[in-house]
């Protein structure tokens, strides 16, 4: 029964490729943070809130549909598989989307998919970029204003800066493991296979699998190609990801840290000048949010019609 857990260990290392990129992208692309210290922090602090934190939404996961076990194993691979792709692609993607995609899939095909949890699921979604557009724009805004009127000598802001990335991106960490582990192993709870203890730990572990081998491509792209980021506007975008994470981590939702922090470097480019932000970046972002639950959810039909066959 446990060989089935496997998928799910691969959906792990896949977020935790893809999406570690959203906590200290910034940090390090601007050279505040170096790449070792960035994902030995976000591993550390991405396991905390995981356990901590990781079950609170464990049961919306497993709420869409009833799954029987073959059915989990089938998910998490299908997701894993459209995550990866997209990682490889450099496309920041969204686990959330993939894996509830892959449970409509399977739900269409048995007949107990439930459309009704999807309201609340969808209403977070859109409003997670609108959210990061927002605190980014707010933080920044006053964040700036007092960074002005209280801190004039540069060491001193630059110290600020160093300590402000550090902090907002352990907490960006945590909120990532507290929010995205239920993407990972959240059906698992729902099929019976984990208790949702059981499922953070071992989600937990393999998202921290993906940290440590595969994610500066993503990141590279997350910190660069939407808009050029001084330390200050990346303090505040990892700092705006981290708090739009944790909140819908309390209302129980696993949501996109990609929308969170893509919509927070939006907030933050409209505070500075519209223009320096990368349409064709957006685009191909935008165009990944969309292949995410689609691809997902198609490779899900495939995967259990040939299984069934």
């Known amino acids: 029964m446990m060989w089935k857990v496997l998928s799910g260990v691969f959906l ?3 977020l935790g490729a893809n999406d570690s990129a959203n906590i200290f992208g910034t940090g390090v692309a601007t050279g505040v943070v170096r790449y070792r210290t960035a994902i030995i922090l976000t591993s550390v602090f991405l396991f905390i809130g995981a356990i901590l934190e990781g079950p609170k939404c464990m049961k919306t996961v497993s709420e869409v549909s009833r799954l029987i076990p073959i059915e989990a194993f089938c998910c998490t691979l299908a997701a894993a598989i459209t995550m ?22 399977a739900g ?6 439930d459309f009704s949890k999807l309201y609340k ?10 959210s990061g557009i927002f605190f980014g724009y707010v933080l920044h ?24 990335i550090l902090v907002s991106g ?5 909120s990532l493991g507290a929010n995205n582990v239920a993407n990972v192993t959240g059906v698992y709870v729902g099929s019976g296979i984990l208790s949702a203890e059981a499922a953070a730990l071992i989600g937990g572990l393999s998202i921290v699998s993906g940290v440590l081998t595969y994610s500066k491509k993503v990141m590279m792209t997350v910190g660069k190609g939407i808009v050029p980021l001084d330390p200050f506007s990346a303090f505040v975008v990892v700092l705006t990801g981290a708090l739009t ?18 919509g927070a470097v939006v907030g933050v480019g409209i505070v500075g000048d519209l223009q320096t932000i990368s349409p064709k970046m957006l685009m191909k972002i935008a165009g990944g949010w969309i292949m995410t639950p689609v691809s997902a959810c ?4 495939l995967l259990v019609s040939v299984i069934n066959f």
């Open 84 to 105: 990866t792709i997209l990682t490889l692609i450099a496309v920041p993607a969204s686990a959330s989307q993939a894996i509830i995609g892959t449970v409509i899939g």
């Open 141 to 164: 805004r006053f964040s700036g204003y007092l960074l002005n009127k209280t801190v004039l000598n540069i060491t001193h802001r630059n110290m600020l800066y160093f300590i402000g």
């Open 12 to 14: 792990g290392w896949s």
């Open 108 to 113: 269409m095909l048995s007949g107990t998919a």
């Open 170 to 174: 352990c907490y960006g960490a945590y």
């Open 298 to 301: 198609i490779f899900t039909c």
């Open 121 to 130: 699921i969808i209403s977070c979604w859109v409003f997670t970029p609108v």
């Open 245 to 262: 994470l944790h909140i819908f981590t309390q209302i129980g939702v696993p949501v996109s840290s990609s929308q969170a922090v893509v």
